[in-house]
């Protein structure tokens, strides 16, 4: 990656922001008799009743109705257990909002290049949008690789329905206008092109529109701030919870040192593709330049080598498949190593974050849970997302 994105410096931490702080699912009926004393006190108002009753004894055994626990994890979600779903470009850009102030540094100018990089990898996660499939799409760097649209279905996001919708266009209702690479889509809806024809392809205000979906979700909050001449919309940081918990994951992602992944690392259970959507959130905020919360209560030396595993992330992910990366010890074969793309990245640095060889095992365990959920070494979509990741990869030299 370029060296301007290793050599960055993370800034104080966030005192609203806590990397230690989890969220804990609650506690199953046990079958002893002070289980079912403490179920019956805290469970009893907030699971509903069904015909078998839920916290009743039969000698030393209690009799309930599994689905009055996700009654009461509904009822958790109404005052303050867990927090709304949200998508990759939502997740990044809360990284990046300051709690109190409620807008992005006015320094960074990539975070609005990595949204736009977002809502292509959770159009191809979603399955809406994939690679061309064409055997001779491997000489070509990955970047450089063709998108079609493989579903016009709706995904109920208005930004995502809005981008697939230009991407069909473009490629006309047969199938048979022109293709562009994934690099060419990042550039056009994010305006960056010098071809005047291709203005429409832009996405407009994506950060306000992805702030206030998120107002809408109870996350933030929209006031009006006077800055000199003019006054602005602000979004702070309505409910902590949301933030802490993503802070935790992301803070997780970067410390933890074993081969298999830790559950708090990752999204809700149940959640497709969440060492994916996990492993882009953290390399998008990386390239977006709004990881310093996830980094707060780090050293100064911890830090740095936090920084150092998401380049070492980044150079395992921006390949397909997956770990394919020159040097890399994964073993998922080399057939999507092509001449002009994947092999000419430098190779990925042994043991270059905390930790050393631990540090990197537990890179290759994200590779491999990554793979998990790919559909094989065909996986398009997830060839997408590679592409998407190579080139955020090469932010700072496109700004």
Not at 67 to 83: M, P
Not at 148 to 177: F, P, W
Not at 183 to 197: K, P, R, V
């Amino acid at each position: 990656m370029a060296s301007g994105l290793s050599r960055r410096r993370v800034a104080a931490p966030s005192s609203s922001t806590h990397p230690d702080d989890d969220d804990r699912a609650p506690s199953s009926p046990g079958p002893s008799l002070s289980a079912s004393r403490h179920n019956s006190t805290s469970n009893v108002h907030d699971a509903p009743r069904s015909a078998g009753g839920t916290a009743f004894e039969r000698g030393s055994k209690i009799a309930y109705d599994p689905r009055d626990l996700d009654g009461a994890n509904e009822d958790e979600a109404k005052i303050g257990g867990k927090v709304p779903r949200l998508t990759i470009m939502e997740e990044v850009l809360l990284l990046g909002i300051k709690d109190r102030q409620g807008y992005l540094s006015f320094w960074n100018d990539n975070i609005s290049y990595a949204l736009r990089g977002c809502i292509l990898i959770e159009l191809a996660l979603r399955r809406r949008v994939a690679v061309v499939k064409d055997s001779a799409r491997r000489r070509l760097p990955i970047s450089e690789r063709l998108v079609e649209v493989i579903d016009t279905k709706s995904t109920g996001e208005t930004i995502l329905d809005e981008a697939l919708k230009m991407m069909k266009a473009q490629e006309g209702e047969r199938g048979e206008g022109e293709r562009m690479s994934i690099a060419n889509w990042i550039d056009l809806l994010s305006g960056e092109t010098w071809n005047m024809f291709k203005y429409g392809f832009q996405l407009k205000q994506v950060r306000e529109r992805l702030a206030k979906g998120l107002v809408d979700k109870g996350i933030l909050r929209t006031e009006k701030r006077n800055f000199l001449l003019f006054d602005m919309a602000t979004h702070p940081l309505s409910d902590t919870r949301a933030k802490t918990a993503l802070v935790s994951r992301m803070h997780t992602l970067l410390t933890f040192t074993t081969a298999s992944i830790p559950p708090r690392a990752l999204g809700e259970e149940g959640e497709q593709c969440r060492v994916v959507r996990g492993v882009t959130t953290l390399v998008a905020g990386y390239a977006g330049s709004v990881l310093d919360g996830a980094c707060g209560g780090l050293g100064f030396e911890e830090r740095e080598a936090a920084f150092a595993r998401c380049d070492d992330i980044l150079a395992e992910f921006s390949v397909w498949p997956f770990g394919s990366q020159p040097g890399s010890t994964t073993g998922f074969g080399s057939g999507g190593v092509g001449p002009g793309g994947e092999a000419q990245r430098r190779p990925a640095r042994q043991g270059s974050s905390a930790g050393g060889v631990v540090a990197r095992d537990s890179v290759m365990g994200l590779v491999e849970g990554a793979m998990k959920e790919s559909r094989g070494e065909e996986d398009l979509c997830f060839e997408l997302v590679a592409g998407v990741l190579e080139v955020l990869g090469k932010l700072d030299s496109l700004l």
